[in-house]
């Protein structure tokens, strides 16, 4: 077993092995159940709120929704991190982003008239035609949603 230091943050003792914060006095009936803590940037986060969010994937448009918050809606993303609910919404946007894009670039197919016999007869024209109508979504979806 690895050896265990004792450390101080904010007038509380706790055990520290691996990165892992254990009370040294358990006070709250988490603690009391062996619940542990990570150190976040400034914070003490409980380990069961951080094992839920890391299995979420936020995945493309989260991240770009989440690094422009960090950057620039600083009180939001704060909020939202203390509450816990900041990879959680992040998730939730990315797949009402996707869910978008899905539908507007069926929307797009068919009012330009991209099938599958176009496909058959002219590739290059398809690549080219579903290229500009990817494009055309992901730039409306950053524009529209991520910087907003």
Avoid: H
């Amino acid at each position: 077993m690895s050896e265990m230091n004792i450390v101080e943050l904010a007038g509380v003792k706790y055990y520290l092995e691996n990165e892992i914060y254990t009370p040294v006095e358990k006070e709250s009936l988490f603690e009391k159940d062996g619940g542990t803590y990570s150190l976040v940037g400034d914070f003490l986060i409980p380990n069961e709120f951080l094992e839920e969010e890391q299995q979420m994937d936020i995945g493309k448009w989260g991240r770009m929704r989440l690094e422009y918050i960090k950057s620039n809606k600083k009180a939001l993303y704060s909020a939202l991190f203390l509450d816990g609910d900041l990879i959680p919404k992040m998730a939730e946007f990315n797949k009402s982003c996707e869910q978008m894009q899905e539908t507007m670039t069926s929307q797009m197919m068919e009012k330009r008239q991209i099938t599958e016999e176009l496909k058959k007869k002219d590739q290059m024209l398809w690549v080219q035609e579903m290229n500009n109508i990817r494009d055309i979504i992901e730039e409306y979806i950053t524009r529209e949603m991520i910087y907003n």
